[in-house]
């Protein structure tokens, strides 16, 4: 079945460092969602990839969706202690309806 | 953004006993609904899904029996755990899929949890 990988699993850096989370899918996805989930909530919905090579940006948030529609990368620009928690990619194959996650990457900030 | 309800938030409950949780859209019509498991520190593992009016498709893995799924309305599904046990203690999300020119396409959006703890 598909299965989506991310990496890394963690990522300590200090306030002000840049932050980068790979995402790969084994199966070409139709679109790739992200998410932020807070140490102790629940998934937030951060943004949706749809196109081959798009690129979108949410203030210091970079996200890319590969050409091949099998990899997106979540960059983070100068982090800042807010952005604690940790992010999950999660595609969407061809023609299926369900989301399948990545294992996500742990995301913590030395002030 | 679209809003989606959870409850109980939390519940412990004893060995043996059945919980409900219920999940409710409540500012769009869900078609569809999955159900997910999240064990702490580990990403979210989809049970089922639920389509309004039909019954749910169970991942692999995941007993139907055990986890009954009801999706009677494009606004509430619930989940029940029925004779709950401690290795089914979790994190229970749900999401709705909210889709069509408000939403844009196939958006799901999440439910703040409901933690079972299972004494």
């Known amino acids: 079945g598909q299965q989506v990988m991310q990496i890394p699993q963690y990522q300590h850096v200090q306030e002000g460092e840049d932050f980068t989370t790979y995402c790969n899918s084994s199966?070409?996805?139709?679109?790739i969602q992200w998410y932020k989930q807070r140490p102790g909530g629940h998934p937030v919905f951060l943004i949706q990839?749809?196109?081959?090579?798009e690129v979108k940006k949410q203030k210091r948030l970079t996200f890319q969706f590969g050409e091949a529609k099998k990899n997106s990368s979540l960059h983070i620009t100068a982090t800042q202690t807010t952005d604690v928690g940790t992010y999950f990619c999660?595609?969407?194959?061809?023609?299926?309806?369900?989301?399948?996650f990545g294992q996500g990457t742990r995301l913590t900030i030395n002030p | 953004g679209a809003v989606v309800s959870q409850h109980p938030s939390w519940v412990i409950c004893k060995s043996g006993t059945s919980v409900k949780i219920e999940c409710r859209s409540l500012?769009?019509?869900?078609?569809?609904m999955f159900w997910y498991r999240q064990f702490p520190k580990q990403s979210l593992m989809l049970m089922a899904t639920?389509?309004?009016?039909?019954?749910?498709?169970?991942e692999q893995g995941v007993e139907k029996d055990k986890f009954l799924i009801n999706h009677a309305s494009l606004t509430l599904s619930t989940l029940t755990v029925t004779s709950a046990h401690p290795e089914d203690s979790s994190f229970y999300i749900c999401?709705?899929?909210?889709?069509?020119?408000?939403?844009?396409?196939?958006?799901?959006?999440f439910g703040p949890g409901t933690r079972l703890t299972v004494l």
């Open positions: 999660a595609g969407r194959s061809q023609g299926a309806q369900k989301l399948v």
């Open positions: 199966t070409t996805l139709s679109n």
């Open positions: 990839l749809v196109k081959s090579g």
């Open positions: 500012d769009f019509q869900a078609t569809t």
């Open positions: 639920s389509n309004e009016g039909s019954k749910a498709t169970y």
């Open positions: 999401s709705g899929l909210a889709g069509g020119l408000v939403y844009g396409s196939d958006t799901q959006y």
